[in-house]
């Protein structure tokens, strides 16, 4: 299998190895990198290994296309959305993960222009949904077989017609989420305002266009996480044009749509606290034990972090919000630097002891310790300069 799909293994090469403090724990992991890329380059999909306090490049690979922006881990396969900037198109790839490091492409299929989100969905997780961004739609696929996933459905959602500028002259679906239940796809869409609410069927994958949920417009929901508490559903919207985050409700009726009742609203530094001029809301992450929130905000640069060989660089904030498990209400615990500029992305790991934060402006991806019982973040553990700039970053399950 090794190298007949276009696999570059490129041990360290252009990547500058750095440390930091060093950690409390020996165990190695690896990580999922996405990049864009740098002029007429061509984006990456970066395989680190983080060990002790090195984070290092083992491989990369080339097979997703060159826009890669967006994983979703399922057993031992990484589906990569390609958002082929410009393209007419973007696609679909599902990767093997193989012990060599090498991810060659089992199969493939095309959707509509610009996927940025994806999520497993179905029984037995034979489906997967692609929110289109670029192109303002969705497509659904089946992923029964990875060897060859085929493309269901791809549907591009009307205009909403009110002559706004970009991005919200179109609908923009920007994260493809899966309800608890399973019964529910929800799509924020940044162009249109809305909450846009599909019910699948799990057996036959398909699925019915219910009612959204319509946000003011000029509000721009960019990203969304589920809260199941105890027999209450909750969803937090984080929003990038408004710099809000949105708490919601859920509430499932017998007519099998969905309804969403405000019960939190705030800026993305909580409260009513301004952001700057220039900012721009980006990822919303609930913590492995459900009783924190994150948001990433971009273009702030009013932090700072202090890179290993010790140079101060201006930084973006991770901010970390506490979440009433009753009223489903966020209280703000801690603004965090991201460890530079423009974190687009950032995932936990399993048990919530580390945070890795994608800084695409910057070229670096740090890794972070976290305190699971105050949900801080704490100290760096390991960073890497990458080349391109990196848009996502996952831990390898
Ligand atoms: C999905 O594809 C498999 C083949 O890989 C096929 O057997 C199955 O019927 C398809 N399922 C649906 C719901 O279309
Ligand atoms: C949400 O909070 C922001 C910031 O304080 C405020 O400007 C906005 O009006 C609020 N929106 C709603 C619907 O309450
Ligand atoms: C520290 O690292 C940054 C990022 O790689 C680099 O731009 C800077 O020149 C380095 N500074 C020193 C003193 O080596």
């Known amino acids: 299998m090794r190298s007949s ?70 057993g031992d396969i990484l589906y990569c959305v390609n958002e082929a900037w410009g393209g007419a198109n973007g696609d679909l790839s599902a990767l093997k993960i193989s012990d060599d490091f090498s991810l060659p492409k089992l199969s493939g299929g095309q959707t509509v222009a610009g996927p940025v989100s994806t999520v497993v969905y179905g029984k037995g997780g034979r489906g997967l949904a692609v929110a289109d961004y670029a192109g303002g739609g969705v497509d659904t696929f089946n992923i029964t077989n990875p060897a060859a996933i085929s493309l269901i459905k791809s549907q591009v ?40 609410v599909l019910r699948v069927n799990q057996n036959t994958l398909q699925y019915t266009d219910t009612k959204s949920y319509k946000f003011a417009r ?17 969803l937090y919207v984080v929003c990038e044009l ?15 749509t969905l309804s969403f009742s405000r019960i939190y609203n ?35 640069k009013t932090l700072q ?13 991770l901010i970390t919000f506490s979440i009433n498990a009753v009223s489903g209400k966020l209280t703000h615990v801690q603004t965090a630097p991201a460890g530079g500029v423009n974190p687009r992305h950032f995932s936990f790991n399993k048990d919530g002891s580390r945070v890795a934060s994608a800084l695409q402006s910057d070229g670096r991806v740090i890794v972070f310790e976290r305190d699971v019982a105050s949900g801080k973040i704490g100290k760096a553990v390991a ?13 390898k399950q």
Request: glycine share 8%; with cysteine.
């Open 383 to 395: 960073e890497a300069n990458v080349p391109g700039m990196p848009n996502f970053v996952t831990f």
């Open 266 to 300: 705030s800026t993305t530094h909580g409260g009513t606290s301004p952001v700057p001029a220039g900012t721009s809301a980006a990822e919303i992450t609930l913590s492995p034990d459900s009783k924190f929130l994150t948001v990433s905000s971009r273009n702030e």
């Open 5 to 74: 799909y276009g696999i570059a293994v490129a041990l360290s090469a252009g990547l500058r190895l750095t440390t930091a403090a060093p950690a409390p724990r020996a165990e190695s992991s690896l990580l999922y990198v996405t990049t864009y890329p740098v002029g007429q380059g061509a984006g990456k999909l970066i395989t680190l290994k983080q060990d002790q306090t090195s984070l290092q490049s083992v491989a990369e690979s080339d097979s997703c296309g060159p826009f890669p922006s967006w994983l979703t881990q399922a």
């Open 305 to 317: 972090y202090t890179l290993a060989n010790g140079t101060a660089v201006p930084s973006d904030p």
């Open 157 to 196: 959602y009307p205009a909403p017609g009110d002559n706004r500028p970009e991005p919200q002259n179109q609908a923009r679906p920007h994260h493809a989420v899966l309800d608890p239940t399973g019964n529910f796809l929800v799509f924020p869409d940044l162009g249109a305002d809305l909450l846009r």
């Open 242 to 256: 408004a710099n809000l985050i949105q708490g919601f409700r859920v509430t499932y009726n017998y007519d099998k």
């Open 218 to 234: 000029g509000t721009g929901p960019r990203h969304a996480a589920f809260f199941k508490s105890g027999d209450k559903t909750f």
